[in-house]
């Protein structure tokens, strides 16, 4: 009976189609975030998998190989729009200022033109997807993939407000689990665990206030009312970019998997004036 049971497992794992690679759709957030997808991009395209990049036509250049189709859709904003939201990111980021909104409205843009381009919704549906890869930090991937029903997964640094761990559920006593931004351990004093409550009260409303356009834009297209955790909770894997070491011990979920040493895949030699001056 066992033996038979091996057989019959033998004989599926040889069956030819299931070997055969999967169609990949992968949503990118363009700029430093794109640099470790794309190792990962291409590494899947070599294993025979057929991948599909898809971005906005006006972008800064992304260097893409002919491993993976590139498919850009229409975007209602110009290249100078783009140069100009960068420049005051930067200089905000700079002076120590909140998140730029205008950031958060090009990223809200380029999603709501993506909705918009009914030629583009067509190839992807289409295209029969098995699965979407995707950064979620501007929820636009995480809406497409809940728009055509395909399971995604998300490769990411973390979302603010904790949001990483809280979408997947991942235990989290405020006794033992230090928040963000409040610097206490996993020992806290009574006070510090009081700390600890009122700052995880702030989380997600802040959180909420943050995407409030784009989930306004994903209750639209997906015609309900969504929640920020009901686009993120149902992500099947979550490909986190850093390693629990440089952050607090917690517990995780199975389908939380750090890659933090992919940031070092394209690593190059120290400069000579850095090994010098070590030396
Ligand atoms: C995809 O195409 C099929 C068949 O043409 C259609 O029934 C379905 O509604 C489309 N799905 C979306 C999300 O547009
Ligand atoms: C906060 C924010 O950026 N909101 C913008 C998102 O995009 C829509 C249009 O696509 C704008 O109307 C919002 O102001």
Redesign the pocket.
Known sequence: MTLRLCCAWIFILLLPGLSDGGKLLVVPMVGSHWLSMQQVVEKLAKRGHEVVVIIPEVTWQMKTTQAYTVKTYPVSYTLEDLNNVFHEYVTTHLKDLPFP??T??MY??SC?DLFSSKETLQYLNQSSFDAILTDPVFLCGATLAKYFSLPFVFFMRGFPCNLHYKAPQCPSPLSYIPRLFTFNSDHMTFFQRVENALVSLLELGYCNGFY??AIK?SSEVLQRDVSLLDLLNSASIWLLRFDFVFEYVRPVMPNMVFIGGINCAQRKPLSKAYSESTK
Do not use: I, M, Q, Y
């Open positions: 909104l205008n958060l409205a809200n843009s709501k409030e356009e834009l």
